[in-house]
T-cell receptor, first 109, second 112 residues
Framework: AQRVTQPEKLLSVFKGAPVELKCNYS??????LFWYVQYSRQRLQLLLRHISRESIKGFTADLNKGETSFHLKKPFAQEEDSAMYYC???????????FGKGTMLLVSP | EAQVTQNPRYLITVTGKKLTVTCSQN?????MSWYRQDPGLGLRQIYY???????DKGDVPEGYKVSRKEKRNFPLILESPSPNQTSLYFC???????????FGPGTRLTVT
């Protein structure tokens, strides 16, 4: 069975500090991994997917198959980054997206 | 504008009174899903549909029903709601050639 683990419920940092939101996965096949973000009172939206290897809003995430991790990083946090972040894994049939429990990021001035 | 809409956005009801939450997308997407979001549990998939008349259970299907008679609509039905179904519900859709799921604005349901 596939599983996504986000070990931190809450991550609190000061503006300008580096941020790393952890995500580990368990999956027997080749994983398709994503980060979704949910700002206060808004719907979830896609932030990153590992295939594209993009940098969105200064965030990057690298898939490490050896460590089965897909951590989200940003070198300098901004207050507007405060949100709930979900790591998600798409199954091989592309039908089921399994989410982690989410990490709330709070960036203080 | 490409979007997923849900109605109602807020609903308070009583135990046992059947209700339906509608979901509609205007992007001609094949895949549609329902999730519930609970504090400390994240998002859990209730049901999904790969196309018209094709639906399957997700991780937490008990107490819910769905139907997919038209490509654009994917209603969630609670035949006999119970307080443990109090939650925030999200509908999502995805095109066949894309990995990105588009989420609706959410429906906050309270069952007393």
């Amino acid at each position: 069975a596939q599983r996504v683990t986000q070990p931190e419920k809450l991550l609190s940092v000061f503006k300008g500090a580096p941020v790393e939101l952890k995500c580990n996965y368990s999956y027997s096949g080749s994983p398709e991994l994503f980060w979704y973000v949910q700002y206060s009172r808004q719907r979830l939206q896609l932030l990153l997917r590992h295939i594209s290897r993009e940098s969105i809003k200064g965030f990057t995430a690298d898939l490490n198959k050896g460590e089965t991790s897909f951590h989200l990083k940003k070198p300098f946090a901004q207050e507007e980054d405060s949100a709930m972040y979900y790591c998600a894994l798409l199954n091989s049939g592309y039908s089921t997206l399994t989410f982690g429990k989410g990490t709330m990021l709070l960036v203080s001035p | 504008e490409a979007q997923v809409t849900q109605n109602p956005r807020y609903l308070i009801t009583v135990t046992g009174k059947k209700l339906t939450v509608t979901c509609s997308q205007n992007m001609n997407h094949e895949y549609m899903s329902w999730y519930r979001q609970d504090p400390g549990l994240g998002l859990r998939q209730i049901y999904y549909s790969m196309n018209v008349e094709v639906t399957d259970k997700g991780d937490v299907p008990e107490g819910y029903k769905v139907s997919r008679k038209e490509k654009r609509n994917f209603p969630l039905i609670l035949e006999s709601p119970s307080p443990n179904q109090t939650s925030l519900y999200f509908c999502a859709s995805r095109g066949d050639s894309s990995y990105e799921q588009y989420f609706g604005p959410g429906t906050r349901l309270t069952v007393t």
